[in-house]
């Protein structure tokens, strides 16, 4: 079983719509991390969130961390190209194991 | 400022054959290295982790290991490669627990 589920799987948008990819959990997380991959690269780092209820921006990409701090949200205003790739979220149960989730892979349509 | 290097890039081999990836670290003392596969498009399996030189844990008993036989270098290994070896193995590092992870770009590794 996945400590960290992701959803949705899949998401294909056209340029300038919005979109939200959802990061959860039943364990509770010191901190989470949100990751974009591309193809053929390795993964890098968006953003950590830390605090409960803490909502984070990074330009047009919007974190927010569960109050409970076992869930977390990536909403994507006004997509564009660029933001196309997987992203996945990470975050540390126990000390050393950064666990991953399964990702979801945004496609975004000129 | 910190840099990894992971290599190759790319590595066909044939079934039963050997396997070694090669991990560097510059820029830090003393990191957490971790070796990482990921299937096509998906998530990341952690298979090891080191917080030392010659202190490996391993998370996916199967016919991989790792060695860390200096303080910045990380090498994954296999003595016989089977087809389900095949997959995406990235190699990462970071300064303490807790902190973010830095990859390296990979090997794409096809066994046939």
């Known amino acids: 079983t996945q400590l960290l589920e992701q959803s949705p799987q899949f998401l294909s948008i056209q340029e300038g719509e919005n979109l939200t990819v959802y990061c959860n959990s039943s364990?509770?997380?010191?901190?989470l991390q949100w990751y974009r991959q591309e193809p053929g690269e390795g993964p890098v780092l968006l953003v950590t969130v830390v605090t409960g209820g803490e909502v984070k921006k990074l330009k047009r990409l919007t974190f927010q961390f569960g109050d409970a701090r076992k869930d977390s949200s990536l909403h994507i205003t006004a997509a564009q190209p660029g933001d196309t790739g997987l992203y996945l979220c990470?975050?540390?149960?126990?000390?050393?194991?950064?666990?991953f989730g399964a990702g979801t892979t945004v496609t975004v349509r000129a | 400022s910190q840099t990894i290097h992971q290599w190759p890039a790319t590595l066909v081999q044939p079934v039963g054959s050997p396997l070694s990836l090669e991990c560097t670290v510059e820029g830090t003392s003393n990191p957490n290295l971790y070796w990482y596969r990921q299937a096509a498009g998906r998530g990341l399996q952690l298979l090891f982790y080191s917080v030392g030189i010659g202190q490996i844990s391993s998370e996916v008993p199967q016919n991989l290991s790792a060695s860390r036989p200096q303080d910045r270098q990380f090498i994954l290994s296999s003595k016989k490669l089977l087809l389900s070896d095949s997959g995406f193995y990235l190699c990462?590092?970071?300064?303490?627990?807790?902190?973010?992870?830095?990859f390296g770009n990979g090997t794409r590794l096809t066994v046939t």
């Open positions: 364990s509770v997380f010191s901190s």
């Open positions: 990462a590092w970071r300064s303490t627990g807790g902190s973010p992870l830095h």
């Open positions: 990470a975050g540390e149960p126990n000390d050393y194991k950064l666990s």
